[in-house]
């Protein structure tokens, strides 16, 4: 591990310089952290947590917010990793003025702690607050695979990390721009923390993900606990149930089922919320939709009534009921509020997207929701994994444009469908005569909406159809795929009843077996009324469909324009802002080196001074101390000498040569 350890400085974690001016980047939550708090989202997570007499373990502990809180509700014991030093200069700073023991911190990287973490080492509860982000996926894979034997079947993990708009291991295929449009995250786009963003997960991915390393999803995005097998696996209830049996389990958790708050990492357009119905087929129920979804889809669905009237003449004998094509769980609930209490849906949803609404849809529906159960699969002829087109913005009224890829008969063709935004996923697909064989369940009721597979679907379902005889109810959007079904159908003799269509060639058909049904014995070439009226309505229709597919084209050619147009603005103004962001810092960086230069010139010239006179004195002082020796050597060598002088004169033989002296200096 160790993934850019260099980027994680002080000033990344307190988003301040040294100056104390703000760096324009950093761990959010400076100010709760500065006042002893931490960020609402992180706390709102943690008060969910029963932390009394457990045992803590936290990955990337940052600053040491959740060290603080975790002391203040009690735990028995705590251990963090951070592989930042500057992550345990200020988390022991923070913890002291807070008067909060400083815990055993190892400043390591997390995967070294977990090979070196001996096996007695158990703990109750792991948190991975805005790290697993920070971590390239194979790592993290290791780290989640040795992390399970360190713990119990009690033990949870609480993630917090941002949600995208799709699925990207940065280190592995590189930034995804689709991850740029309308972000709020500049995390990958500022020069000071590029890179540091490397492992992005949507909500399905990031299920999908944990639910391979082994560990089941309890709520939408932040608790996760390991998985055992049971009869029912909790995998496939509602969050409000899977919250309700972690309890009871043992877990480490505290009230009752609350939704998760998430962080989106873009700007999400007309936020869908909780509404709860007073009136029609919809009463009692509450549902995650936004505003104008429900006031166009749900009052035409669910407000004419044919559909959900023969619905309820037919449906309390039923015991065992497969919605396939469960959308967002609008009709298992309808199921489940109009069938026998004793009764059991199954919902099939391959769009994880969809799946998701589904779990949260059920979760604020206890009364009904205990009786259904979520397959996060495909039903078609064959079994194994195929592509399918999944819209993952479901509350734009796009949620009806899920297709399989190159199976599907609808009039939503691919390039309109991607046009709206959808992805391609690997779904996991069966027949449902496998699924009846390998489950035991065997439909009294089956559903069927799940755009222009239909004819797939009954194909992968002849043996269970031809031998229980379930009640279905079928919904078309082509000719073409009705025909169809409905001559599989009678082949089968089963009675068709159209309850529903439109001149858009929507239609949807009840389907009853009646033994020695008449058409049984008619040869497969004759049509009868409805077939041969529905084949002059397509007829008729082609023309209007090649006229409408020629409108289509030139609106998607002009929306296409329009799109690249404001795309191109958009990426130049970004890059715009990025280039005057960054000159600007140039600027600022050259003016400070500037400063620093023009700065240490005149310290330099102030010093250079006290040096020279320094060096004067010092000098002086020595030429005086020279001078003065010089004087008192030149003084002592004559008196010296003057000595030796009055001691010759004072000598014999001076004293008796000297009339031989004076004679001389006569004779001179």
């Not at 960020?39 to 940052?62: A, C, H, P, Q, T």
């Not at 994994?385 to 993952?392: G, T, W, Y």
Request: net charge negative; aromatic share 12%.
């Amino acid at each position: 591990m160790g993934f850019l350890k260099e980027l994680y400085t002080e000033t990344y974690f307190t988003g301040k310089n040294r100056d104390g001016s703000s760096a324009g980047f950093g761990v959010e939550g400076y100010n709760e952290f500065m006042k002893g708090s931490i960020r609402s989202i992180n706390k709102s997570i943690l008060s969910r947590i029963d932390f009394k007499e457990k045992n803590v373990l936290e990955f990337g502990f940052g600053r040491g917010e959740v060290i603080k809180y975790a002391f203040e509700h009690n735990c028995l014991s705590y251990e963090g990793v951070d592989f930042a030093p500057a992550a345990l200069i200020i988390t022991k700073d923070y913890l002291m003025r807070h008067k909060i023991p400083v815990p055993i911190l190892h400043c390591c990287d997390a995967l070294d702690f977990m090979y070196k973490c001996t096996s007695d080492r158990i703990y109750d509860i792991v948190i991975m607050f805005d790290f697993i982000e920070h971590v390239p996926r194979i790592e993290l894979n290791q780290l989640l695979t040795t992390l399970k034997k360190h713990l119990t079947k009690n033990s949870i993990i609480a993630i917090n990390t941002p949600v995208h708009r799709v699925d990207n291991d940065v280190n592995q295929e590189g930034l995804n721009l689709i991850n740029l449009v309308d972000t709020v995250d500049t995390t990958n786009i500022n020069p000071n923390t590029k890179g540091m963003h490397t492992n992005l997960y949507t909500i399905p991915s990031l299920h999908k993900y944990m639910m391979n390393n082994g560990y089941i999803p309890i709520t939408e995005a932040h608790f996760y606990y390991l998985s055992f097998d049971v009869n029912i696996p909790i995998s496939k209830r509602d969050y409000q149930i899977r919250w309700k049996t972690a309890k009871e389990q043992g877990c480490s958790l505290l009230g009752e089922y609350k939704d998760d708050i998430l962080e989106y990492s873009f700007i999400r357009k007309d936020e869908p919320e909780y509404i709860e119905f007073t009136e029609g087929d919809l009463c009692e129920l509450t549902l995650l939709v936004n505003k104008n979804y429900h006031n166009t889809s749900f009052s035409e669905r669910y407000h004419n009534g044919e559909l959900l009237v023969h619905f309820r003449q037919n449906i309390k004998s039923c015991k065992t009921i497969f919605d396939i094509g469960g959308f967002i769980g609008v009709d298992s609930l309808l199921f489940s509020k109009y069938s026998d209490s004793n009764s059991i849906i199954l919902c099939f949803e391959p769009n994880p997207w969809n799946a998701n609404h589904i779990y949260c849809n059920l979760s604020h529906n206890a009364g009904y929701s205990d009786r259904i159960i979520c397959y996060e699969l495909a039903i078609s002829d064959k079994c194994g994994k195929m592509e399918m087109l999944c819209p993952d913005f479901i509350d734009y009224e796009y949620s009806n444009k899920s297709q399989m890829i190159n199976e599907a008969e609808t009039d939503n063709t691919y390039e309109s469908s991607r046009q709206i935004g959808s992805q391609i996923c690997c779904v996991d697909v069966i027949t449902l005569d496998e699924f009846s064989k390998t489950t035991g369940y065997i439909p009294d009721l089956i559903k069927l909406d799940i755009e222009g597979a239909e004819y797939q679907a009954l194909i992968g379902a002849v043996k269970t159809i031809a031998k229980h005889h379930p009640l279905l109810y079928i919904e078309f959007h082509t000719i073409i795929s009705a025909i169809k079904c409905i001559r599989l159908l009678k082949d089968l003799d089963y009675e068709i009843n159209v309850i529903a269509s439109e001149e858009d060639s929507y239609a949807i058909i009840a389907c009853e077996y009646k033994k020695n049904n008449i058409s049984h014995n008619l040869k497969s070439l004759y049509f009868d009324k409805y077939e041969i009226e529905s084949l002059r309505l397509y007829n008729k229709s082609i023309s209007n469909e090649l006229k409408r597919l020629s409108a289509e084209i030139e609106i998607c050619r002009e929306t296409y324009k329009e799109q690249l147009f404001y795309y191109k603005l958009e990426n130049e103004q970004q890059l715009l802002n990025i280039r005057d962001n960054y000159e600007s810092k140039q600027q600022s960086i050259q003016n400070e080196y500037n400063h620093q230069i023009q700065l240490h010139q005149i310290n330099f010239s102030r010093q250079l001074d006290e040096t020279k006179k320094e060096s004067d004195t010092r000098l002086q002082k020595v030429i005086n101390e020279y001078e003065s020796r010089l004087y008192i050597e030149k003084n002592e060598q004559a008196e010296t000498f003057q000595a030796e002088i009055e001691a010759y004169k004072n000598s014999t033989s001076w004293r008796l040569t000297k009339p031989l002296r004076a004679i001389k200096q006569l004779l001179k």
